[in-house]
T-cell receptor
Framework: DQQVKQNSPSLSVQEGRISILNCDYT??????FLWYKKYPAEGPTFLIS?????DKNEDGRFTVFLNKSAKHLSLHIVPSQPGDSAVYFC?????????????FGTGTRLTIIP | GAGVSQSPSNKVTEKGKDVELRCDPI?????LYWYRQSLGQGLEFLIY????????KSGLPSDRFSAERTGGSVSTLTIQRTQQEDSAVYLC?????????????FGPGTRLTVT
């Protein structure tokens, strides 16, 4: 049972354009969401997060939007750069102390076309 | 500073053999996690250590899997009598403490192939 879903396994975007990666979740206990970026042969690295008390969090070129009622979040990258080519994982954590373990989606491979 | 390191980077083993995967967390990090990524799957939580507390083993898929963390630092994940479905990338992560505000730093992973 996949509680965090990334339905697009891959996405190609022209350099300079906006990249939009989507993520859906089913567990209503999740209240903290994270995006990780992964290059080949490396571990995932944290990119940006959002708490359920917010609907938007921005960090430079990266913005995460959360729609709690739809159980949907998205990561926007603008403008997209070739170095953004990587696999992006959406992850979630439930409310409560001791619930630090992450539940991940299957990832979306983003390719930025120069 | 040094990040999370894992060894070996690649391991090929025959079905039925035991394997040990090692994780060296970032110095001073009290929380340590094991995850795995099977082909076409997301990262799946396996086990979590925090300080001297009993580990959270709720993600271990079977009793063939076990892990220990010696001295609150290095951790070893052991898989006994390996099966082909155990083939995956095994990732270790560590964080400063038991709170989600602490970022989890991941190692490069060990790619396990069971033939």
């Amino acid at each position: 049972d996949q509680q965090v879903k990334q339905n697009s396994p891959s996405l190609s975007v022209q350099e300079g354009r906006i990249s939009i990666l989507n993520c859906d979740y089913t567990n209503s206990m999740f209240d903290y969401f994270l995006w990780y970026k992964k290059y080949p042969a490396e571990g995932p690295t944290f990119l940006i997060s959002i708490s359920s008390i917010k609907d938007k969090n921005e960090d430079g070129r990266f913005t995460v939007f959360l729609n709690k009622s739809a159980k949907h979040l998205s990561l926007h990258i603008v403008p997209s750069q070739p170095g953004d080519s990587a696999v992006y994982f959406c992850a979630a954590q439930p409310l409560g102390f001791g619930n630090e373990k992450l539940t991940f989606g299957t990832g979306t491979r983003l390719t930025i076309i120069p | 500073g040094a990040g999370v390191s894992q060894s070996p980077s690649n391991k090929v083993t025959e079905k039925g053999k035991d394997v040990e995967l090692r994780c060296d967390p970032i110095s001073g990090h009290t929380a340590l996690y094991w995850y795995r990524q099977s082909l076409g799957q997301g990262l799946e939580f396996l086990i979590y250590f925090q300080g001297n507390s009993a580990p959270d083993k709720s993600g271990l898929p079977s009793d063939r899997f076990s892990a220990e963390r010696t001295g609150g630092s290095v951790s070893t994940l052991t898989i006994q009598r390996t099966q082909q479905e155990d083939s995956a990338v095994y990732l270790c992560a560590s964080s400063l403490g038991r709170d989600r505000v602490y970022e989890q730093y991941f190692g490069p992973g060990t790619r396990l192939t069971v033939t």
